[in-house]
C-alpha cells in the first residue's frame, strides 16, 4: 500500500497491554495496541485466555478504500510497540511489532511486515553481532523517530545486579540498506537518556503529528 509522505505519520500505541504481576495467575492477558495513519488503522492484540509470557498475538489491518488484512504469529512475551512506518523510504506502508520477554532480562524483539505483493511478508531483522552484545543483558527499548527504527539498552558489568546497571546506554539504529543495526551513540548516561524508562512506559511517538492530528502515546 503506497503512502503520501507529504501526511506521513507515525503513530505510537495508546493501549498498552494489561498483563498480570509476576507472581500472579497470568492465565488471562487480553490486552491491544492500535497505530494509525491517514487512510490506515492497525491493531495488535493478545487473544483471550492466552498467558503474558508465551502465546500468539493478531494482526489486523484496515485501509480506506475497504482493504481489510489479518494474520497472526507466535509471541515470546508482551506486546510492547506498535508502529506504521516506511521504514525503507521508498513510499511503501511497512508495520513494526515489538514485544518484551517475561523474566527480569526484558529481552526485546522487535517484528517487520513489508506490504509486498498487495500482502504483508514478514522480514527477519538481523539481531545484534557478537561486538555489540557486549555489556548487554537486556532491557531493550525500540522506537521510531522519523521514519527509522532504533534500538536502546543498558550496558552492563560483572559487578551489576540485573535490575539495576550503572553503566552507559547503548543505541542503535537498523540499516535495511545493509541488513543490520548500526552504531548510533555510546556512552550515553542512563539518567540523561529518554530510553532509561526502558519498556515500563510502552513506546513512545517518534515524529510529531500535522496540525488536527492527535499522537496518542505514554511519552
Not at 23 to 47: F, K, M, N
Not at 75 to 81: E, I, T, V
Not at 93 to 103: E, H, K, V
Not at 125 to 147: I, K, M, N
Request: hydrophobic share 40%; net charge negative.
Amino acid at each position: 500500500m503506497r503512502l503520501d509522505r507529504r501526511l506521513f505519520l507515525a503513530v505510537m500505541p495508546f493501549a498498552l497491554l494489561a498483563c498480570s504481576a509476576i507472581g500472579q495467575d497470568e492465565s488471562s492477558c487480553a490486552g491491544q495496541l492500535e497505530a494509525r495513519i491517514v487512510g490506515v488503522r492497525a491493531e495488535v492484540s493478545v487473544p483471550r485466555g492466552e498467558a503474558c509470557s508465551v502465546g500468539t498475538y493478531q494482526v489486523a489491518v484496515w485501509f480506506e478504500d475497504g482493504t481489510v488484512r489479518r494474520f497472526s504469529r507466535e509471541r515470546d512475551g508482551q506486546l510492547a510497540g506498535l508502529w506504521l512506518v516506511d521504514l525503507a523510504h521508498d513510499g511503501v506502508l511497512d508495520l513494526l511489532i515489538s514485544t518484551t520477554s517475561a523474566g527480569s532480562g526484558s529481552y526485546g524483539a522487535v517484528a517487520l511486515f513489508q506490504w509486498i505483493g498487495n500482502e504483508f511478508a514478514e522480514r527477519k531483522l538481523a539481531p545484534l553481532d557478537s561486538t555489540q552484545r557486549t555489556g548487554y543483558a537486556g532491557h531493550d527499548f525500540f522506537e521510531v523517530v522519523e521514519g527509522e527504527l532504533y534500538r536502546s539498552f543498558p550496558l552492563y558489568t560483572d559487578d551489576d545486579p540485573n535490575c539495576c546497571s550503572v553503566g552507559e546506554l547503548a543505541r542503535f539504529r537498523y540499516s535495511l540498506e545493509h541488513d543490520r543495526w548500526v552504531e548510533t551513540a555510546t556512552n550515553l548516561p542512563a539518567d540523561e537518556d529518554a530510553t532509561a524508562d526502558g519498556q515500563a512506559g510502552g513506546a513512545r511517538a517518534g515524529l510529531s503529528p500535522p496540525p488536527g492530528e492527535v499522537s496518542h502515546g505514554n511519552a
